[in-house]
């Protein structure tokens, strides 16, 4: 159950957000309602990075453990990102979902997956035998299915650039180009409770302080005053699309039932709200947080990771999945392949390369890959440790949930 809210702001205090992608922007337009809210982030554009570069994809619930944070907000977040498009004029539309079973060994991974999303109240869910799947996706196959009609796909930055005006609208501000080097906290009388200063020198005092950091979350966390766990580890994931002559072979989103040791979801196909279908992603380490071709190298980044005694030991437990991950990435034919073999039409020679995304995965000191929403909190500083997949399909929900927060950090 989400708290109730612990008392309303004051408008006169100034609440500042760390993060113009879809979850800071979410959290501002929510604290924008009774306080002024300042919105802060080193791009020259919101949904920069996590945000824009994703799948496109509205989850409707069926992996997240019920009663977890992602089941939840999950729910929610796509309910009030459904009613939140149709208000706006944006494009939401409901292609639906395939997980599809390809043999036996898959079957009860997949049952698994009908009992969480039965728990998690997933509308419209139905068991297809095999015979069956395609009159859902005609050139699919398997063994059996689970078909989600409600899950959906939309154009996420477009969904940030209109929660960037809602905060606007309400007074707030959305200020570009400001890359936090410096936080202090404590400040005392006039002085104000948190500083945040610039690259540039620039400053800007606030009462809270809410980071929604993403690919910085642990680094802007840990400025804050916060422990160094978890740290982020980036994934890139890849994506290649099929040829315009091929889209006909998906009509919505084809997936693989997932690796439950994993929080990664497999290549899959994904109509997208432009026409095009992509295959991926993968996931492969990425040698720089924004990283978005394997060339990019940034050594800060990568001694970060690897110094990190969790990393280490989740590379030493994982090290064969990372191996595979990596053949898919520099094989356009083995990275189709474990694609084709849920439908089985498909060729290397069907797909252009696309573009790619980083994936901000916290990491905890024990190895683990930190699977649901964390929070911390620091005086008058809430911090997102780790905001992963559904938080894009989870924002519009995300957003009250950590304002709560942040009214209950009042001293």
Excluded at 183 to 208: F, K
Excluded at 213 to 227: I, N, P, T, Y
Excluded at 261 to 277: K, N, S
Excluded at 321 to 339: C, I, N, P, W, Y
Aim: positive net charge; aromatic residues 6%; glycine residues 10%.
């Amino acid at each position: 159950m989400l708290p109730a809210a612990a008392g309303p702001l004051t408008v006169a205090e100034r609440i500042g957000v760390i993060g113009a992608g879809i979850v800071g922007l979410a959290v501002a337009r929510e604290l924008a309602r009774s306080a002024d809210v300042v919105v802060v982030d080193k791009e020259d554009e919101v949904a920069r990075h996590q945000t824009g570069h994703n799948s496109g994809v509205a989850h409707a619930g069926l992996y997240y453990p019920p009663g977890s944070l992602k089941a939840e907000l999950c729910r929610r977040g796509r309910e009030a990102l459904s009613a939140y498009c149709r208000e706006r004029g944006l494009p939401y539309v409901e292609c639906g979902k395939l997980l599809i079973a390809r043999d036996e060994r898959e079957v009860p991974g997949l049952r698994e997956i009908e009992r969480r999303a039965q728990a998690n109240r997933v509308p419209g869910l139905r068991w297809v035998e095999g015979p069956d799947i395609a009159s859902v996706e005609p050139y699919a196959s398997g063994l059996a299915a689970l078909h989600s009609p409600k899950t959906a796909i939309v154009d996420f930055p477009a969904v940030a650039r209109a929660l960037a005006d809602d905060v606007r609208a309400a007074g707030g501000e959305v200020r570009l180009g400001f890359e936090v080097t410096g936080i202090r906290t404590g400040g005392s009388g006039p002085a104000p409770a948190v500083l945040l200063r610039a690259a540039d020198g620039t400053e800007l005092g606030v009462d809270r302080l809410v980071v929604c950091a993403g690919l910085q979350s642990d680094r802007m966390s840990r400025l804050a005053g916060d422990e160094p766990g978890p740290t982020i580890v980036p994934f890139r994931g890849e994506y290649y699309r099929l040829r315009a002559d091929r889209t006909h072979l998906v009509r919505g989103m084809i997936y693989p039932v997932p690796d439950p040791r994993y929080p990664f979801l497999g290549v899959h196909l994904t109509r997208t709200v432009g026409g095009d279908v992509e295959v991926g992603p993968n996931a492969v380490l990425a040698l720089a947080r924004e990283g978005y071709d394997a060339g990019t190298v940034n050594a800060r980044d990568l001694w970060e990771t690897v110094r990190w005694r969790g990393f280490r030991r989740l590379a030493r437990r994982h090290w064969r999945a990372g191996v595979r991950e990596l053949h898919g990435s520099l094989s356009r034919r083995a990275f189709v392949a474990s694609a084709a073999t849920y439908v089985p039409g498909l060729t290397a020679a069907d797909v252009e390369r696309a573009g790619a995304g980083v994936r901000a995965q916290a990491v905890d000191v024990d190895g683990s890959m930190v699977d649901d929403f964390r929070i911390h909190h620091l005086g008058p500083v809430v911090a997102v440790r780790n905001a992963p997949s559904p938080a894009a399909t989870s924002a519009l929900a995300i957003g009250p949930y950590i304002a709560e927060r942040v009214t209950a950090s009042r001293s």
